[in-house]
């Protein structure tokens, strides 16, 4: 069983900065991409920023020159460190694993965190 747990939520004031950890614990061979996701209250949960094992990035033009994704693929671990936070990026964020592949299985999986908040003031 793979789990992902999150840490570094939290309250900040506009401007301020927050890093978000993620660390993924199993029987894990490889994982495809690692990346995270929110969702604030009544909408849908969308991409905020992705890492390929590779090291190639994707990211929300919301968060872009603001959020940095990174990763430890040795330590199955992915970091989002986000400044100049404002009151929009208020909402639960997601640790997200795609494609993982266990020792367990033949076939790649997707996994996700139990979230963690993330609360911006004006």
Do not use: H
Request: net charge positive; aromatic share 8%.
């Amino acid at each position: 069983q793979v789990q992902l747990v999150e840490s570094g939520g939290g309250l900040v004031q506009a401007g301020g900065s927050l890093r978000l950890s993620c660390a993924a614990s199993g029987s894990i061979s490889s994982i495809n991409a690692m990346g995270w996701y929110r969702q604030a209250p009544g909408k849908q949960r969308d991409l905020v920023a992705k890492i390929t094992r590779g090291g190639r990035t994707n990211y929300a033009d919301s968060v872009k020159g603001r959020f940095t994704v990174s990763r430890d693929n040795a330590k199955n671990t992915v970091d989002l460190q986000m400044n100049s936070l404002k009151p929009d990026d208020t909402a639960v964020y997601y640790c997200n694993a795609d494609g993982v592949l266990t020792t367990k299985s033949f076939t790649r999986s997707d996994y996700w965190g139990q979230g963690t908040q993330v609360t911006v003031s004006s």
